[in-house]
């Protein structure tokens, strides 16, 4: 026993929170205590020593089991809730753990003068499963297990352990099948697959799809609009109201499209022009194919690229009388076929071509060459679609004149530099996910589409690498911040890879083996031609699809590559682009069908030219209104002096913007 503590206060709580009395209140005369107070005293002494000494003890288990239950809220707060993937274990023997008293409800911490009722303890060799246990017997006390798992305290003292349960964590390896429906073999070939994450969609480009029917080949259906016409080829006719909706609110941004349309009501520049067109199927485009309408022209339109369809406004523009062949998701049969119907038609030959990469005007010198004997001209807005046609007029194949779109100014600085500066974001986002912010990508081509991609990366922080062939695009590379260097340089290393050259073979089966794991591959140029997919398609490489437009393909070695939209182009495959940009496109090419459609004749060789200065500038002064701008005007003194007419064109053609 240690030193006695000193006298307390009168009027304090001890320790164990009994008040102290003061010693007005004792017995006996306020002067030295006689003896029979004395011995009150030591008797009383004493009883207050041992049931200190009982409460202290109590005291110190109570603190343990305090100890014991922060250590129990402490694992609950660090578990980690699994999934149990388990089956049901066997009952498990309770094995006898440190005895605790068990604490009685509404006595005080191991107060012996108010013990709990007594339970009888279960019978050697049969020990009740603890779950039941706790369930059935109120005076047995649940607690945590020091280790985490469920404990029992039995009457006795006995902490009994429940069964564990054995947990682990579900890897992305043990996919959950969620579609069982057999796929139908063939012409539907590239199918999709529906993919587990909840932000995947059954069309990148938000657009509806009816999935009822999805196994079904457009081609085998047969289908009216309420007009009665079948002179169409789209996934469901039922869809045009949805799809109707979506072209008007594109109209709204679509200003020029809309001021021609207004301007042309009382004269038809198109009037008696047959276009077959052949371009990406969008509530922008079907803006245009009316506008064209309006204008006089009658046209036949196909898809320049099998997964950038929006089967709405297909259905849309085949219940208002286009004849459109196109589904999102055509094989590559399927794309041909519709081409082919567009072109083939009993009792209709077309006088004018739009295309966009070159396939329709491919198709025709290859199928029906005689068919350019009545063709006036043909307009192409891609940089692929331009080098087939200077190819054609470099070997003297090119037959009737042709429009060079593509390298206009308002559509390579507006279409090309600012509308990809957008939209290889979203496209990379949706398909991946993924964060941009220090990741390195290397783009392949510092054209105006390459400059807009590596300007959106690098403002998301990524790590951007160029390669380029011509030194002049090079040079502004390296002064706008980027490190130029070869594919074989950083291939290893890269986490994206980009190509918008127009080229083929760009990314060869070499640059594939050494990029690492998870590269994700895509392309911001038209054709397919640029990534070199065709050498992936063997046997010891496996393709998973994954969601929409998105593929895995994986290495005998476990590594995989991610391949967007099979190499197609990316922003129209897996996203969409601003309505605004369109505008100024669609409304270029309007504009050079009129001009080659009403040329009079010997204007235009058999060659390739650029959107003349006037029509450039004249596009561009349509949009203007939108964003409230007014232009200044020259006085008649400044217009002389500069050699220029006032109302244009203010640039020579060699003038670079």
Partial sequence: MGPRAGPAPPGARGALGVVVPSPASSAGRPGRPDSKSQEASRAAEGEGSRRGRRSGQGAGLAVEAAAM??????????????????????????????????????????????????????????????????????????????????????????????????????????????????????????????SQSST???????????????????????????KGSSDFCVKNIKQAEFGRRE??????????????????????????????????????????????GALGAQCRWAACNIYSTLNEVAAALAESGFPVFAWKGESEDDFWWCIDRCVNVEGWQPNMILDDGGDLTHWIYKKYPNMFKKIKGIVEESVTGVHRLYQLSKAGKLCVPAMNVNDSVTKQKFDNLYCCRESILDGLKRTTDMMFGGKQVVVCGYGEVGKGCCAALKAMGSIVYVTEIDPI???????????LVKLNEVIRQVDIVITCTGNKNVVTREHLDRMKNSCIVCNMGHSNTEIDVASLRTPELTWERVRSQVDHVIWPDGKRIVLLAEGRLLNLSCSTVPTFVLSITATTQALALIELYNAPEGRYKQDVYLLPKKMDEYVASLHLPTFDAHLTELTDEQAKYLGLNKNGPFKPNYYRY
């Fill in 247 to 292: 072209i008007e609110i594109a109209e709204q941004e679509m200003p020029a499209l809309m001021a021609l349309r207004k301007r042309a009501q009382g004269e038809k520049p198109l009037a008696g022009a047959k276009i077959v067109g052949c371009t990406h199927i969008t509530a922008q485009t079907a803006v245009l194919m009316e506008t064209l």
């Fill in 473 to 483: 695009c090079a040079l502004q590379a390296c002064m706008d911040g980027f490190r």
């Fill in 200 to 226: 995947d969609s059954y069309s990148s480009a938000a657009s509806y799809t009816d999935s009822s029917d999805d196994e079904t080949s457009p081609r085998d259906k047969q289908q009216k609009n309420s």
């Fill in 69 to 194: 239950s922060v250590q129990i809220v402490s694992a609950k707060v660090a578990a980690v809730e699994l999934k149990d993937l388990s089956p049901p274990e066997p009952e498990a023997q309770a094995t006898p753990s440190r005895a605790v008293p068990a604490m009685a409800e509404g006595g005080g911490a191991g107060d012996p003068e108010a013990p709990g009722p007594a339970a009888p303890a279960p019978p050697a060799g049969k020990v009740p499963q603890a779950s039941a246990m706790k369930r059935s017997d109120p005076h047995h006390q649940h607690q945590r297990h020091r280790d985490g798992g469920d404990a029992l305290v039995s009457p006795d003292g006995t902490v009994i352990e429940a069964p564990r349960t054995v947990k682990k964590i579900q890897f992305a390896d043990q996919k959950q099948e969620f579609n069982k429906r057999p796929t139908k073999i063939g012409r539907r070939s590239l199918s999709r697959s529906i």
